[in-house]
């Protein structure tokens, strides 16, 4: 089934300039771009966005770092892409991410009180309609 899932580029990513590299992958995977958009998040939209984490140790510092300049917001679509786009991220920790995959490849632990790792990526259908009305209110019904 066609789903939807939102993609950040974070601020780590873009600075590095890996916005068109991580968009390249998930194009050569198959998956559509149905929004893009820059921006540089305000708290505000970060704690609904990580609504999950509030309380946990590296929430603060996960919020600093997300704020900190300008990401890629993406919406994506495609069969299956939620749990796609997970895979093609690779896990949260980039020093054991595989290889082949986006953290894998090419994030690395900076040693910061967040962990940094270019990408994000919903994960449940839930979390992706969560998301998208967040960042995309306007692909909404
Ligand atoms: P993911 O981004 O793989 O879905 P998550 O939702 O558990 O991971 O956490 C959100 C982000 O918070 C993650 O990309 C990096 C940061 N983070 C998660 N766990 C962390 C930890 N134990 N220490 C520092 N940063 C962490
Ligand atoms: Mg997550």
């Given at each position: ?8 580029v974070?601020?780590?990513g873009f600075?590095?300039?890996?916005v068109?590299?991580v ?49 890629a ?46 990408v ?22």
């Amino acid at each position: 089934m066609t789903e939807r899932s939102l993609v950040l580029v974070k601020p780590d990513g873009f600075e590095r300039g890996l916005v068109g590299e991580v968009l390249r992958r998930i194009e050569a995977k198959g998956y559509t771009l149905v929004a893009l958009q820059i921006l540089t998040p305000d708290r505000d939209r970060l704690a609904k966005h990580y609504a999950e984490h509030e309380g946990k140790p590296f929430y603060d510092s996960l919020l600093e770092f997300m704020s900190s300049g300008p990401v890629a917001a993406v919406a994506i679509e495609g069969v299956r892409c939620i749990e796609g786009f997970r895979s093609l991220a690779g896990s949260t920790d980039p020093t054991k991410a595989p290889p082949g995959s986006i953290r894998g490849d090419l994030g690395r632990d900076w040693g910061q009180g967040s962990t940094q790792n270019i990408v994000h990526g919903s994960d449940s259908p839930e979390s992706a309609a969560r998301e998208l009305a967040i960042w995309f209110p306007e692909l909404s019904d």
